[in-house]
């Protein structure tokens, strides 16, 4: 069905963070957190 | 037989559990009508203590949401038993959430009360333009009005939903109440309502007094 | 003292003497204020959501008429931009009225609080994600993501401009809410975000171990982002801050539905250790709590005096001055209803009672007692007359 989506864990979790290249790496798991917590609005 | 008694206080306790089983054996018992319609006034005789319970403050708003599930699932238990014919109703309430705002959980929660004692309730659902108040009370010559509404600008859609029932002739006939966060004595009076209510069992009560 | 630096300095320390139960030379306004701040300047609310310029520029032209103390919000509560990438926002925005509705929402199954209790953010991540925002769990979803990220940088340079160009220009410091480290118990994240109303309130009699289950285990988490209570307690220094009001923040929404007796189960343990934490660091928390609070006042009264501000929404201001004034610096007051009904006169008159009553002594500031949203929450002439007053009235 959706086979190609992104909200798995942790392999679809981490290639996300490997894409965000315009972040310091120790900062891309902290970040993507904070935007989870936006999406929560 | 099921104690009736027992079902009304599991009721009031808000034990699923306790209510839902002995529903169970009722329906299994193949019960007649009459059994049917005095399970459901044990049913209505607990949401009453529901009601005595939260003006007390022993309940607050989430048990009363509860409340309504688990009454709205015991109702559907006995339904089949029931097969079309309830008790007389005491009178008729046409409710809804005003235009412009879609906050339903007051309102159902004053509809299950309602429901509870007796009333006839025609629910419009939410964000509900003035003449959908207008026809349905027309239509089914209803008793009360009921308008909720948790924004501030609901009070402006009471006010409009008010003045569309007088313009149409139907204001004289009807008692209207209002209720949610942003009314008090001051928007009653100026929406032109007859009364006002933030405590649906509170409501409820008021509602009675006009039907008696 | 009218350059911004000094003014500045003025409202810190005249926020940090109210908490505290000092008596003050005038009473600190604070903005209540939210949508209604887009109606007053003219723009609609969709675009203004929607574009961070005019937002700011609403917010520039309001301060410069108004002139208050302090904010709740910069139009940051609503980050419309950030949900809209992945195709979907719980608010529908109605520019006629004025109005951002939202509907009770509910993104989480009852057997799901076991996996909250594995891994929250794998959670979030895998359940709570595609369930709402389907249009991003597709084979578009990295694409979508990574086009939130984005929108997520750029809300965040926002947040950190909007609060620094108050503090530059007029003198304002920090949003207590969107500008302060804000945080919720976690039963306010499952109800407002997660599990919803109606949900909820199911699950507190249904399977009451498995609600108070997590929030054992989540406790106190940022609102928006930002480090759980636990991270930002470990990271403090003794003291409190004086580029900033308070140094914390809370947000009490779910408590609207919860009795006494259930407040003290999935609320109190956690706001306890806030409390402690304050009084221990010499911190100031401020509460914004909604709706009418007074069956919660033997827990509020907790609070460690000089530490704890409160925002009570509907209360009656005079009994919980009486109730909770000898521990709780109280903040609100002023009644939408007047502002809206009311004339000049009469709000100037309804003003002047709140401060000399409840100020008199100190422990209180100025607000308004819902958060201004629509037309009718608000008439301008008279929150200009009600704002010149406080400001000038000196105690």
């Known amino acids: 069905m959706t086979e190609q989506t992104l909200f798995t864990y942790p392999e679809g979790w981490n290639e996300l963070l490997a894409a965000l290249d315009f972040l310091p790496e120790e900062q891309r798991n902290g970040f993507l957190q904070g935007l989870l917590q936006t999406l929560l609005f | 037989m099921t104690d009736v008694k027992l079902v009304a206080q599991a009721m009031g306790e808000l034990d699923e559990d306790r209510v839902m089983a002995a529903l169970t054996e009722f329906v299994a018992s193949s019960p007649n009508e009459a059994e049917a319609l005095s399970v459901v006034n044990a049913c209505q005789q607990g949401m009453i203590v529901i009601g005595e319970l939260f003006e007390k403050g022993e309940y607050f708003v989430g048990d009363l949401i509860y409340a309504g599930e688990l009454m709205a699932k015991a109702i559907d238990m006995i339904k089949p038993v029931l097969k079309g014919t309830g008790s007389s109703k005491v009178g008729k309430i046409v409710l809804g959430t005003v235009q412009g705002d879609i906050h339903d959980i007051g309102k159902n929660i004053f509809k299950s009360l309602v429901e509870s004692a007796g009333f006839e309730v025609y629910d419009l659902g939410t964000d509900t333009p003035p003449e959908r108040f207008v026809d349905k009370v027309r239509e089914v010559k209803a008793d009360i009005v009921g308008m909720s509404g948790v924004l501030n600008l609901a009070t402006t859609a009471m006010k409009e939903t008010i003045d569309r029932l007088a313009a149409a002739g139907l204001r004289d006939d009807i008692k209207v109440i209002i209720g949610g966060n942003p009314v008090n004595g001051e928007v009653c009076k100026h929406v032109g309502a007859d009364a006002f209510s933030t405590n649906a069992a509170q409501g409820v009560k008021i509602c009675q007094g006009w039907v008696k | 003292m009218s350059d911004p630096a000094s003014l500045m300095r003025e409202r810190v320390q005249l926020y940090k003497d109210a908490a505290r139960h000092k008596k003050t030379s005038r009473v600190l306004n604070v903005a209540n204020m939210w949508n209604w701040i887009v109606y007053d300047s003219g723009y609609k609310l969709s675009e203004a959501l929607f574009d961070y310029g005019k ?135 499952l109800f407002n975000f997660i599990r919803g109303i109606r949900g909820l309130s199911i699950d507190i009699r249904q ?55 259930q407040f003290e189960v999935y609320y109190w343990p956690y706001l306890k250790e806030v409390f402690d934490f304050t009084e221990q660091y010499d911190k100031i928390l401020h509460i914004f709590a909604e709706g009418e609070n007074s069956r919660l006042y033997d827990f509020y009264k907790e609070a460690p005096k000089g530490h704890v501000v409160i925002h009570l929404e509907m209360d009656d201001m005079f009994r919980a001055k009486k109730e909770l004034g000898d521990t709780v610096c109280l903040c609100g007051g002023m009644p939408v209803d007047l502002l809206y009904h009311g004339t000049r006169q009469e709000n100037i008159d309804y003003a002047k009672r709140l401060i000399d009553e409840l100020a008199a002594d100190g422990g209180f500031m100025f607000s308004q007692n819902k958060m201004v949203s629509y037309p009718n929450d608000c008439k301008a002439e008279n929150l200009k007359a009600v704002n010149d007053f406080v400001r000038g009235y000196t105690l």
């Open chain 3, 207 to 261: 399977r009451p171990e498995k609600v108070k289950a997590v929030c054992d285990a989540l406790r106190t988490v940022s609102i928006g982002p930002g480090p759980t209570f636990a991270a930002f307690k470990a990271a403090s220094q003794h003291g409190t801050d004086m580029n900033r009001g308070p140094d914390l923040f809370m947000v009490f929404l779910g408590h609207t539905i919860l009795s006494k007796k």
């Open chain 3, 55 to 189: 937002m700011e520029d609403a917010l520039f032209k309001f301060q410069e008429k108004y002139q208050f103390d302090y904010y709740n919000d910069y139009g940051i509560r609503n980050p419309l931009r950030v949900q809209s990438a992945l195709g979907h926002t719980d608010y529908i925005v109605n520019d006629e009225a004025n109005a951002l509705n939202i509907q009770d929402i509910n993104y989480m199954e009852p057997e799901d609080y076991d996996d909250i209790l594995e891994n929250y953010f794998k959670f979030l991540w895998t359940k709570y994600m595609p369930r709402k925002y389907p249009q991003a769990n597709s084979s578009e979803s990295k694409a979508m993501m990574l086009n939130a990220c984005q929108e997520f940088a750029q809300f965040g340079q926002y947040v950190g401009n909007i609060n620094q160009q108050f503090v530059v220009k007029y003198g304002v410091p920090p949003a207590l809410g969107f500008g302060t480290p804000a945080f919720v118990v976690f039963y306010e994240i």
